[in-house]
């Protein structure tokens, strides 16, 4: 699979890793192009980089890996109202948190992924990702006691819940398919409170797991 990612932190760099690994291509785009120069030489030869429109046009998958203050103006500069995102799925791992109260911003009603896909004409939005900190996703792999993490996500249709699933296996985790999109504004809130959590003073690789008696 190609995909190309929207951001150079280290959201990125993990996951990117660990995609790399399965055997994915990854084009990386971020604020300048020194950075994801940087990322790309550091995950190897299958990272390449360049400007958001190169990384858009590389992935027939796309990780938005940036602060949710820039994603829709930096979706909208990349053309994504005419047409550049057609046919893409897009995971999105952005929470719109407000640090200071550690409230949701933007509009009450839809779901920073469903603002995503409002804006990205012709693209499929896969909300995952969004409930632990970087320092998890680079754990090899995110166990917690003995059991691999499970990772919500959600989505319109079949495709990009299947191209979701499999990139959720291949860092290592179970996928947990919560049902259509909508359901991103309920991960957000639950995003909220980790932040919280986070802030003050918790372990970075402390998580909210889903837990059975009998786990697979």
């Not at 604020?31 to 120069?37: G, M, N, P, Q, V």
């Not at 005419?82 to 640090?99: A, L, M, T, Y």
């Not at 290592?172 to 259509?180: E, V």
């Not at 003073?201 to 059975?212: A, L």
Request: hydrophobic share 40%; with cysteine.
């Amino acid at each position: 699979m190609k995909v190309g990612i929207l951001g150079a932190g280290r959201m990125t760099k993990a996951l990117a890793s660990k995609w790399i690994a399965a055997g994915h291509d990854i084009c990386i785009a971020g604020r300048t192009l020194d950075k994801a120069k940087a990322l790309a030489h550091e995950l190897g030869d299958q990272a390449t980089f360049g400007t958001f429109e190169d990384a858009i046009s590389y992935g027939n998958t796309l990780l938005i890996a940036i602060r949710h203050e820039g994603v829709i103006s930096t979706l909208e500069q990349a053309g994504a109202r005419s047409g550049s995102f057609q046919g893409k799925i897009v995971i999105d791992c952005s929470n719109p948190v407000e640090i200071e109260t550690f409230t949701l911003v933007g509009n009450e009603q839809n779901s920073m992924a469903e603002r995503i896909q409002e804006t990205a004409n012709g693209a499929t939005v896969v909300k995952a990702f969004n409930l632990c900190e970087a320092q998890v996703w680079e754990m090899e792999p995110p166990l917690f006691d003995g059991r691999k993490l499970v990772v919500p996500y959600c989505t319109d249709t079949d495709e990009a819940g299947a191209i979701g699933s499999r990139l959720i296996k291949d860092v290592g985790c179970q996928p947990m398919l919560l049902g259509k999109l909508h359901y991103a504004r309920h991960l957000e809130a639950m995003a909220a409170i980790v932040i919280s959590r986070l802030f003050g003073g918790v372990d970075p690789h402390s998580v909210f797991n889903w837990i059975t008696p009998n786990p697979e």
